[in-house]
């Protein structure tokens, strides 16, 4: 990837000091299917991620700490990964940072 691209993804008022490049534009965000086979709603749809991460508005019993699993699919409903997260923080607008602790491949 080159430098130019993972600089277009990040916001000019941050710089890119993040070990995985982190992807903001709206048309190339992620939905997060969780275990259960809930969808988050279309507003649930990640705010940013990359390969370690990401930010989404979780459901309000989300806890601090918590280990989350399921899948992330492609705003048309492809799914992409399996991913186990652990909830790093939650703001205060209900924006819950996770972290991936397990990528794994959808089996098929």
């Not at 990837?1 to 000019?12: E, F, G, Y």
Request: with cysteine.
């Amino acid at each position: 990837m080159s430098t130019t691209s993972a600089k277009a993804s990040w916001p000019p008022h941050q710089d890119n000091r993040r070990q995985h490049e982190r992807i903001f534009e709206p048309g190339r965000q992620l939905r997060l299917v969780v275990d259960d086979g809930t969808l988050l709603s279309a507003k649930h749809v990640t705010e940013n991620w990359s390969a370690g991460g990401c930010l989404v508005y979780g459901p309000p019993d989300w806890q601090v700490g918590e280990t989350i699993t399921g899948m992330l699919e492609s705003r048309q409903g492809s799914p992409a990964i399996n991913v186990t997260a652990t909830i790093l923080r939650i703001d205060e607008d209900g924006r819950a940072a996770l972290q991936f602790t397990k990528v794994e491949p959808i089996s098929k």
